[in-house]
């Protein structure tokens, strides 16, 4: 059963504390992404990667931080330094040539 | 910054009605792509179009690009209760697509 997974689905954090949200992706992709999306809202960029062990910042990425040590694998953390984090997080993934991204079916994050 | 905005914000509509949902953007672009996302999921990729077509269709879809007026529309034809969801554009430029704020679609049956 091919495809991108999230979790956990609900997350919840104590002010102050960093959290770390898992991506996982079987489709032997790539690039991967992660969003960030508030209510009603659209779609921002926070990292991607193109490639194991390189990353780049998005339109958000303050805040946030993540790695890439395995093609499969794409960890978001959300920092404390991040001052508004409740929100939806969503990653996807690609391939290099494709123009369609794949997307997981999000993180719901909320700051108690 | 966002690069697509779609109108309207919010659309709500009979089952069997044509829905249209409209999309701006303001740098050159690749292509343009539409996706679907329902309530609290993932979004789904639905069609997209190059720079250089101006009309693509995919079963009740029809997709227009006109780059002149850095512009798209998606239309949904003979609209059903299950078409109920958040529609949004994303343009390509380069390696990153750039979302817009989404169209929120409503079906009643």
């Known amino acids: 059963d091919g495809g991108i997974t999230q979790s956990p689905k609900y997350l919840f954090r104590k002010e102050g504390q960093n959290v770390t949200l898992s991506c996982e992706q079987n489709l032997n992709h790539d690039a991967m992404y992660w969003y960030r999306q508030d209510p009603g809202q659209g779609l921002r960029l926070i990292y991607y990667?193109?490639?194991?062990?390189?990353?780049q910042k998005g339109d958000i990425a303050e805040g946030y931080s993540v790695s890439r040590e395995k093609k499969e694998s794409f960890p978001l953390t959300v920092t404390s330094a991040q001052k508004n984090p409740t929100a939806f997080y969503l990653c996807a993934s690609s391939t290099l040539s494709s123009k369609e991204q794949f997307f997981g079916p999000g993180t719901r994050l909320t700051v108690l | 910054s966002q690069q697509g905005e779609e109108d309207p914000q919010a659309l709500s509509i009979q089952e069997g009605e044509n829905a249209t949902m409209n999309c701006s953007y303001k740098?050159?672009?690749?292509?343009l792509q539409w996706y679907r996302q329902n309530s609290g999921r993932g979004l789904v990729h639905l069609i997209l179009i190059r720079s250089n077509e101006r009309e693509k269709h995919s079963g009740r879809l029809r997709v227009t690009l006109d780059t002149s007026k850095k512009s798209s529309s998606l239309l949904i034809t003979a609209s059903r209760a299950a078409d109920t969801a958040s529609y949004f554009c994303?343009?390509?430029?380069?390696?990153?697509?750039?979302f817009g704020g989404g169209t929120r679609l409503m079906v009643k049956p």
């Open positions: 740098t050159s672009i690749n292509n």
């Open positions: 990667s193109q490639i194991v062990n390189d990353f």
């Open positions: 994303a343009t390509r430029a380069g390696n990153m697509l750039t």
